[in-house]
């Protein structure tokens, strides 16, 4: 299923997301075949969090005091993407474990959502998974640009 096919019928879930946590964890992926493809396995050390990203540009913090700089705009374009701000707040909120990787879930007029898959290094299943157990020697991959998103916004 496409993430096209997916927006046309998230509108109900939207309304509920909006009210839940910035980032926030959930049982099982809304779109299982995309994080199978990106690495997820459904068992003991792997965990899909949701979060949401606000849209459109960021604010430059304006000087409190003096002289406004005269070519100092209001807005700015991040370096980074959407995608890799939101692994980077989800590997902040959980310092344990290891951003695998995320992908898209919906977005509305306000917010994009993503899912991150990210891996616990210390679980014994994780350890034992030949596949999967390089990401046990990985350090903070998401604050250095080492996730897919990441490569792309360091170009």
Same mark, same amino acid.
């Given at each position: 299923?496409?993430?096209? %096919? /997916?927006?046309?019928? &998230? ?10 946590? #910035?980032? @926030?964890? #959930? *049982?099982?992926?809304?779109?299982? %075949?995309?994080?199978?493809? !990106? ?5 003991? $050390?792997? &965990? ?19 002289? @406004?700089?005269?070519?100092?705009? !209001? ?8 995608? *890799?701000?939101?692994?980077?707040? /989800?590997?902040? @909120? ?5 951003? !695998? ?7 509305? $007029? @306000?917010?994009?959502?993503?899912? #991150?898959?990210? /891996? %616990? ?7 034992? %998974? ?5 990401? #046990?020697?990985?350090?903070?991959? *998401?604050?250095?640009? !080492? ?9």
């Amino acid at each position: 299923m496409k993430y096209k %096919d /997916v927006k046309e019928s &998230v509108s109900p879930r939207i309304s509920r997301w909006r009210k839940q946590p #910035v980032v @926030k964890r #959930v *049982a099982r992926p809304t779109r299982a %075949d995309r994080a199978r493809t !990106l690495g997820y396995k459904a068992k003991q $050390g792997f &965990v899909i969090v949701r979060t949401r990203i606000k849209k459109g540009g960021r604010r430059r913090p304006t000087p409190m005091q003096g002289r @406004k700089p005269r070519k100092m705009g !209001l807005f700015y374009t991040p370096v980074m993407n959407k995608k *890799a701000i939101a692994e980077k707040r /989800v590997a902040r @909120k959980f310092p344990n474990m290891e951003v !695998l990787n995320s992908y898209i879930v919906a977005e509305d $007029g @306000k917010y994009k959502y993503y899912e #991150v898959i990210i /891996v %616990d290094k210390s679980h014994p299943s994780v350890k034992k %998974d030949k596949e999967r157990n390089w990401i #046990v020697t990985q350090r903070r991959r *998401a604050f250095r640009g !080492l996730t897919s998103s990441g490569k792309k916004s360091r170009k």
